[in-house]
């Protein structure tokens, strides 16, 4: 099992940036793909990036392509999702998951667990 922590959120003007980060414990961190969701008032969990366990595949949901992007370290067992752009509806709780098997990339929140408690991130208009 793996536990995470997110950090990073707050609250920001359209147009600004900001970094999160998904710490995580556990000796089988690097082992497994990790991915980030996002979950707004009134509507389901929604994919947002993922990457393999080496770092070399990413994979990001077509509303954030191009303004979001994905890394780790897995010698720091971090996954840090660096935001620009950001727009109003880019507002949500954000959670990090690791995926429940070794081995390719999940776009779906049931290929992944262990989820962490979330941070919220507020883009003002």
């Known amino acids: 099992q793996v536990q995470l922590v997110e950090s990073g959120g707050g609250l920001v003007q359209a147009g600004g940036s900001l970094r999160l980060s998904c710490a995580a414990s556990?000796?089988?961190?690097?082992?497994?793909?990790m991915g980030w969701f996002r979950q707004a008032p009134g509507k389901d969990r929604e994919f947002v990036a993922a990457?393999?366990?080496?770092?070399?595949?990413?994979y990001y949901a077509d509303s954030v392509k191009g303004r979001f992007t994905i890394s780790r370290d897995n010698a720091k067992n971090t996954v840090p999702l660096q935001m620009n752009s950001l727009k109003p509806e880019d507002t949500a709780v954000y959670y990090c998951?690791?995926?429940?098997?070794?081995?390719?990339?999940?776009?779906?929140?049931?290929?992944?667990?262990?989820w962490g408690q979330g941070t919220q991130v507020t883009v003002s208009s």
């Open positions: 998951a690791r995926q429940k098997w070794v081995g390719g990339v999940g776009k779906s929140q049931y290929d992944y667990e262990d």
């Open positions: 556990g000796r089988t961190f690097s082992t497994y793909a």
């Open positions: 990457i393999s366990w080496s770092g070399y595949s990413t």
